[in-house]
């Protein structure tokens, strides 16, 4: 795969690129990632990438040229066929909200363009030519470089051959619909702190059954908006009946907040 990121700021990706996983990819020849400065695409000699909204407002707007050129320059040494295929992405407070789903469908891509935001915004016809506007979260941060980091090492994680475990991958949050069982190492025992019995059994069928249905508890407890999606056996939504009446017994419950 093969990432650009266009920013005004792109010495902010020299550290996140060279270590942990994007270090890992790019080492294993998995991913190629250029970072590229808007500002090379200015052709005034203030390099000046923004500019006063039309119709007036606060704060300054980015402007179009720049950034399309900055586009042009990594996608024109490819033949047309295959920059139809790029996907181009602007990291923006309204685009589509970034999940797990979203992060495996980009990982599936050869050529993603990244493009960060700035200012108060970005000119609209930036918004109208790019292939996707993703979100982050809801919350506004000042330029998109912090959500492109966060989308390029949720995808890399995903290509093929970066983790050292397919495990690791299978059994982790959200791609089941579940958030993770609760994990443990040495020792067994810490300042009082003692690790399930059972993880200690060696018994694999009750280690398995005990990790899914400390899944459950937990999407229970911290997102039960998740829980409602999850492909559940009956023995599972009868587990949750259960953790609803020691709710209801326990503290009393919002009728709403009942997940089964
Ligand atoms: N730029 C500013 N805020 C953002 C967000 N929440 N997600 C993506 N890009 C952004």
Known sequence: ?????????????????????????????????????????????????????????????????????????????????????????????????????????????????????????????????????????????????????VFVDAITRLLKGVLGSAESLAEESFIEGLLEYPQYTRPALYEGMKVPDVLLSGDHAKIASWKRMESIRQTYKIRPDILKKASLSQAEKDFIKALNEQKDKGEGKDEQDRVV
């Open 1 to 149: 795969m093969r990432i650009d990121i266009l920013s005004i700021f792109p010495g902010y990706f020299d550290i996140p690129i060279n270590e942990g996983i994007l270090k890992i990819a790019r080492d294993k020849g998995l991913l190629i990632i250029k970072t590229i400065d808007i500002r090379d695409f200015t052709e005034d000699k203030h390099r000046q990438v923004d500019d006063y909204p039309y119709g007036g407002g606060p704060g300054m707007v980015m402007k179009p040229d720049p950034v399309f050129k900055a586009v042009e320059s990594v996608l024109h040494e490819h033949p047309e066929s295959w920059r139809q295929q790029a996907r181009t992405v602007l990291l923006t407070p309204r685009g589509k909200q970034f999940d797990q789903s979203m992060a495996a469908e980009f990982a599936g891509e050869e050529r993603i363009v990244l493009i960060c935001g700035h200012y108060e915004g970005i000119d609209e016809r930036v918004h109208q030519k790019v292939s996707d506007e993703v979100s982050i979260g809801d919350y506004v941060l000042s330029g998109g470089e912090p959500a492109a980091l």
